[in-house]
C-alpha cells in the first residue's frame, strides 16, 4: 500500500494550496481517508477527515470553514484544499487510510491503518 501526498509549498498567509494523495495498493473505497499535521517541536494532529463515500466530513475547530477534504474514487485520490492559510498552518501535512466503510469518520491517528509520507506547507506572516 502506498499513499503519495503531494501539494505542498510555501506560501503567504492569506493564501491557498490544495494538496493530493494518490493511494494505490487497495481497495480505495473500503478506507476512511484522513489528513493530519505536524508542526515542529508539536504531536501530529487531525486536521480532517472523510468517509467512504465522500458523505461525511469532519473538520478540526482550527480548520473549519477554511479547509475543505474531498474525494474523487475513480481517481484513489484525496484531496485538502486550504484557503486563508495562517502561520499557524505551517507543517508538515500527511494523509492516512482506514479501513471502515461506513459514514463514521474516525479522527484518532491511532486507529489509521495506512499513511504516506507527507508533504510540507510553510506560510509565511
Known amino acids: 500500500v502506498q499513499l503519495q501526498a503531494s501539494g505542498g509549498g510555501l506560501v503567504q498567509a492569506g493564501g491557498s494550496l490544495r494538496l493530493s494523495c494518490a493511494a494505490s495498493?487497495?481497495?480505495?473505497?473500503?478506507?476512511?481517508m484522513g489528513w493530519f499535521r505536524q508542526a515542529p517541536g508539536k504531536e501530529r494532529e487531525f486536521a480532517a477527515g472523510?468517509?467512504?463515500?465522500?458523505?461525511?466530513?469532519y473538520y478540526a475547530d482550527s480548520v473549519k470553514g477554511r479547509f475543505t477534504i474531498s474525494r474523487a474514487n475513480a481517481k484513489n485520490t484525496v484531496y485538502l484544499q486550504m484557503n486563508s492559510l495562517k502561520a499557524d498552518d505551517t507543517g508538515v501535512y500527511y494523509c492516512?487510510?482506514?479501513?471502515?466503510?461506513?459514514?463514521?469518520?474516525?479522527?484518532?491517528?491511532?486507529?489509521?491503518?495506512?499513511w504516506g509520507q507527507g508533504t510540507l506547507v510553510t506560510v509565511s506572516s
Open positions: 492516512a487510510a482506514d479501513r471502515v466503510v461506513s459514514d463514521y469518520v474516525p479522527v484518532s491517528l491511532r486507529v489509521y491503518d495506512y
Open positions: 495498493g487497495l481497495t480505495f473505497s473500503n478506507y476512511a
Open positions: 472523510i468517509s467512504w463515500s465522500g458523505g461525511s466530513t
